[in-house]
């Protein structure tokens, strides 16, 4: 049984931050890829952020480079997302991802929602 459980999400003011957390079970977790979407109303899911299944690679959206921070335990089957300077834009549903491409597989949490508003 497969599962990412998304947590930390809430209602910050402009300039706060939240660490998100997604928990992983059921799965190799240091053989995939991690990353985190989100997706805002009337927009399409967008790449916030990717980190390597070895560390291999990080990288961010343009739009939270300098403010957001990726990272993995993978003795704790666990992927976060510190978010540092929040702006309004930055509200959506963030979404967990494991990814293998050799193996064809891509799986999603149910999502996590964050409010950022004054």
């Known amino acids: 049984q497969v599962q990412l459980v998304e947590s930390g999400g809430g209602l910050v003011q402009p300039g706060g931050s939240l660490r998100l957390s997604c928990a992983a079970s059921g799965f190799t977790f240091s053989s995939y890829t991690m990353r985190w979407y989100r997706q805002a109303p009337g927009k399409e899911r967008e790449l916030v952020a990717g980190?390597?299944?070895?560390?291999?690679?990080?990288n961010y959206a343009d739009s939270v480079k300098g403010r957001f921070t990726i990272s993995r335990d993978n003795a704790k089957y666990t992927v976060y997302l510190q978010m540092n300077d929040l702006k309004p834009e930055d509200t959506a549903i963030y979404y967990c991802?494991?990814?293998?491409?050799?193996?064809?597989?891509?799986?999603w949490g149910q999502g996590t929602q964050v409010t950022v508003s004054s």
């Open positions: 991802n494991a990814h293998r491409s050799a193996f064809h597989i891509s799986w």
């Open positions: 980190i390597g299944s070895g560390n291999d690679y990080i």
